[in-house]
């Protein structure tokens, strides 16, 4: 009969088993790995004889690095599940996002999995851009000692297709690394290249990195579980409706509104209630939604394939009509290289096939201006059901900034939704997940989760001033921001850059910012109506009209927020860098590494889409 083994003794007195405990129990994941390295770092300070007495003789290998870039939350979630698998084997490893991993240790690492996603056309996510632009750089090391792999995370509707990724596994081999395995590309249906590319790194793992003796593995029981959260992407907490309120065109003032001349735009104030769910948010963080495909769309693909939505289709396991999968599981406006490249194959569309031809130009046209049912009424073809089921995607779960704190409104989220509408090749188009947000009514039940955004929060010193440029509903996260700063006491000063169309109909929450400045709660704002005047005005040039003001709170230590389309945020970025070198003395280099430098500290942060 075998004994169970002998708990391993500790140098440690009472007190500092204690105080240690105490530590690691509060302590995120980030603390106790710089603890480890600070404590290893006073362990090598002392002399031969006591370091070697409280040491094995047996060297631990050295760690596998996992570093991810996410936007969304999809790359980090992918490099969680990496870590911890390589950590089930008894693997050494550690976690790190890009914009945390300490540059100056790529030198020396001699394993190295890098998970990242590709914002927008080929871009890095915002918290890798350090990571990326230095290991493009010209100081970054040679790594003939390095072996590495690289997962990219991407969106086939895009022409430049894990872009990022491509880049940086290129770039590491020229560096001298040798690739232990083939760049994997995963599309929306991400386990499908990430969950195999997952267990071939952990078999190259096993090869390369032996397990550290069971003696000289750390063992931590935590003292406070951390449970699995009852509501995620993959089981969203039924949220009621509380209010569905328009907000272009009228002003926003409490419950009620006043109407202004007929709005350019839809866009709506949208409350949810979190009552008994135990979700959590901070400002900065976005709500999941599930959405439901608008009936009109799906009649329309039914009738541009001519197939009946009764016929069931058994596809990954599940059997459902195919008017179900094409409402709840399948992507029906953002169209995909593998979907046209079916389509011109089923509909020997020459055209169509030259355009998916490598080097070819007008598929980044074709891919913004076309949804997939002017595709596949461009293209007519036959289809079988289930063969359609196959080569659409599934459905994206979308993502909206949360415009609230729970410091103020309690267990709701509040959004603010941009209704897409627009009239192309001769047919009226919708938002998928915005039209059916925008027919909900109150009471309505919407499937919801919560997606932590951490590098967009308020400064932990609340004594920061704090820069938000947010035209559009861009400014939703800065209304949560605001909120959260008041009801928190936070004696930093708050700037907010908006900008809309015209003031009469798109100056969204107009009553609450008003009503912040004269509380106090608002210090300053800037605003730009683009087409109330001959010339267009965007937020960009409010920056640059205030550039020495800008440039004297960045000095004094402000962080500055960003969110809103891709394209703005490159507007209001050379913005910046011009603002910078015309108030520093310096040039344009000086300029991009002082934005880089706030970039690294965590005082610059976009949220870009």
């Known amino acids: ?130 990571f990326a632009e ?49 760049l994997g590309e995963a599309d929306l249906d991400i386990d499908t290249i990430a969950a195999p590319w997952r267990e071939a790194a952990l078999g190259h793992a096993r090869e390369l990195l032996k397990p550290a003796p069971a003696a000289h593995l750390a063992t931590v029981t935590p003292l406070r579980p951390h449970a699995a959260p009852a509501w995620s992407q993959e089981r969203p907490f039924p949220a009621e409706l509380l209010a569905n309120q328009p907000l272009s065109g009228r002003e926003f003032k409490g419950t009620g509104f006043r109407r202004y001349a007929a709005p350019d735009k839809d866009v709506r104030h949208i409350e949810l209630s979190l009552e008994g769910s135990g979700l959590a948010y901070e400002p900065g963080d976005a709500l999941g939604i599930h959405h439901r495909n608008p009936d009109a769309l799906i009649a329309a693909v039914l009738a541009a394939t001519r197939l009946d939505g009764d016929t069931v289709v058994e596809h990954d396991g599940d059997v459902l009509p195919l008017s179900h999968w094409l409402a709840e599981r399948r992507e029906l406006t953002r169209l995909a290289k593998p979907v046209l490249a079916a389509l011109a194959e089923r509909a020997n569309a020459r055209e169509l096939a030259q355009l998916l031809e490598p080097g070819a130009s007008g598929l980044a046209a074709l891919l913004g201006d076309h949804q997939l049912i002017d595709a596949l009424r461009r293209w007519p073809a036959d289809w079988d059901a289930a063969e359609l089921v196959a080569t659409l995607r599934p459905q994206v779960r979308r993502l909206y900034s949360i415009a609230s704190s729970r410091k103020r409104v309690g267990d709701e989220a509040h959004l603010t939704l941009d209704v897409l509408r627009y009239h192309a090749h001769g047919h009226d188009h919708f938002g998928a997940a915005s039209g059916f947000l925008a027919t909900l009514e109150e009471g309505a039940q919407l499937p919801v989760y919560i997606e932590p955004n951490e590098r967009f929060r308020v400064p932990l010193d609340s004594s920061r001033d704090i820069i938000m440029v947010g035209p559009g509903t861009g400014v939703a996260p800065f209304r949560g921001f605001v909120q959260e700063r008041a009801e928190t006491g936070a004696s930093g000063r708050n700037w907010l850059f908006f900008g809309a169309r015209h003031f009469n109909t798109g100056f969204l929450y107009q009553s609450e910012w008003q009503d912040a400045l004269q509380k106090g709660e608002l210090h300053r704002l800037d605003l730009a109506f683009s087409r109330d005047q001959a010339d267009r005005i965007h ?46 003395g310096g040039d344009a280099e000086a300029a991009a590494d002082f934005l880089s430098t706030l970039q690294r500290e965590g005082r610059y942060a976009r949220d870009v889409y």
């Open 1 to 130: 009969m075998s004994q169970a083994a002998a708990p391993l003794p500790s140098p440690l007195t009472g007190d500092q088993g204690a105080l240690l405990s105490r530590f690691a129990a509060d302590a995120d994941s980030s603390a106790l790995l710089w603890a480890s390295g600070y404590l290893a770092g006073l362990a090598r300070a002392l002399s031969p004889t006591a370091l070697a007495a409280a040491t094995a003789p047996t060297v631990a290998p050295q760690p596998a690095t996992v570093i991810y870039g996410s936007q969304t939350g999809n790359a980090r979630r992918a490099a969680e599940a990496l870590h911890a698998q390589l950590q089930g084997a008894g693997l050494p490893a550690r976690l790190l996002r890009a914009d945390a991993y300490p540059l100056r240790e790529l030198g020396n690492e001699t394993l190295l999995y890098l998970v990242i996603s590709t914002q927008g056309e080929g871009d890095p996510p915002d918290d890798a851009i350090g």
């Open 134 to 182: 230095f290991l493009d750089g010209k100081r970054a090391p040679k790594l003939p000692q390095l072996k590495y792999a690289v997962l990219g995370l991407g969106d086939s509707s895009y022409a430049d297709f894990c872009g990022i990724a491509r880049k940086l596994d290129a770039r590491l081999a020229e560096l001298g690394a040798t690739r232990v395995q083939t």
């Open 539 to 584: 937020v960009q040039q409010r920056l640059r009209e205030q550039g020495r003001d800008v440039f004297d709170w960045l000095q004094n230590g402000a962080h500055l927020y960003v969110c809103g389309a891709i394209d703005m945020g490159k507007d209001v970025h050379a913005a910046l860098l011009d603002i910078v070198a015309a108030h520093s």
